[in-house]
């Protein structure tokens, strides 16, 4: 008897999840939510996507464990959001579509999935395996991109990262985490992180200025003894200088004393003798 697929479907997303796919769905949402802070594009998780009603789909819902909306949902609204129905206004499909896959889940994520997201209107899906403790898993990231007609399988890079251009990010897996990075492969980060960098850069920036206050302080410090020293080396020059002038001109006062004794003596013995 062959399965139904709504139902099998919707069975899946109520399963419980593991820590590590927890954690990976808090991890990518955060990020998202920051890269996304200004234009406030709706970044969630396992949000139940309902298809619109014109058109003959497979499925009768599906909620990704990660997506992107790149429309503006005031946080008001979003707390009201029990799903996402696509016959409402302003209600288009995510742009990218993450499923973080479970041994439960993994052969769907594959083989079913990427053909639903197409259906859908999603422009790429990506699936992790954040825990690879089941057969059959060669590779934890796997995405493909989605085009007017036809769709492509996304070419991983010799890390192993795949790159999203709605997202204009690499995709990559560190052991169970999904990062994002930028094109250079620079870490994106989330608010909290992004705060504790800034905090750190403030902090060093404040301790590198703190360092060349300290040095030019000591090297005023150190001209201004310096200086001190040679006014010393002056004053005690000037002090000597005028020692030695004082001397000069009481010996030469005494030369001139004894000059004049000896001309007195000289004048008597003159007129003595006259």
């Known amino acids: 008897m062959s399965l139904n697929v709504a139902t099998e479907l919707y069975i899946e997303e109520d399963m419980p999840e593991s820590q590590a796919q927890i954690n990976v769905v808090d991890d990518a949402k955060s990020v998202l939510k920051y890269m996304y802070r200004l234009e406030k594009w709706f970044c969630t998780g396992n949000l139940e996507i309902i298809p619109p009603s014109d058109k003959v789909y497979p499925f009768k819902n599906i909620a990704p464990d990660v997506a992107v909306f790149k429309v ?22 995510p742009v990218v579509a993450i499923e973080i896959g479970s041994k439960a889940t993994w052969k769907d994520d594959l083989e079913r999935k990427p053909a639903f997201y197409r259906l859908l209107g999603v422009k790429e899906y990506f699936v992790c395996a ?8 060669n590779t934890p990231l796997l995405g493909w991109r989605y085009g007017p007609t036809a769709s ?9 990262w795949l790159w ?13 985490e999904l ?5 250079e492969g620079n870490l994106r980060l989330n608010g909290e992180q992004a705060e504790a960098e800034t905090r750190q850069l ?7 200025a703190r360092r060349l206050a300290e040095a030019q302080i000591k090297k005023v410090q150190e001209a ?17 200088t005028a020692a030695q ?26 007129k003595l003798n006259g």
């Open 224 to 240: 201004a003894k310096k200086a001190q020293e040679a006014t010393k080396k002056a004053r005690a020059k000037t002090r000597q």
């Open 72 to 93: 503006v949902v005031p946080p008001g609204e979003q707390v009201q959001l029990s799903s996402w129905n696509m016959d409402e206004p302003g209600r288009p499909a």
């Open 130 to 137: 954040p825990q690879r403790l089941w057969r059959g898993v």
């Open 202 to 208: 403030l902090e060093s920036q404040a301790e590198t």
């Open 179 to 183: 990062h994002l990075y930028d094109r």
């Open 245 to 270: 002038v004082k001397k000069e001109a009481q010996a030469r006062s005494e030369a001139e004393q004894k000059l004049a004794e000896l001309q007195r003596e000289l004048d008597r013995y003159k």
């Open 164 to 176: 999203s251009n709605e997202l204009d990010s690499w995709l990559g897996m560190d052991g169970a």
């Open 152 to 160: 492509e399988v996304i070419v991983p890079n010799e890390r192993g």
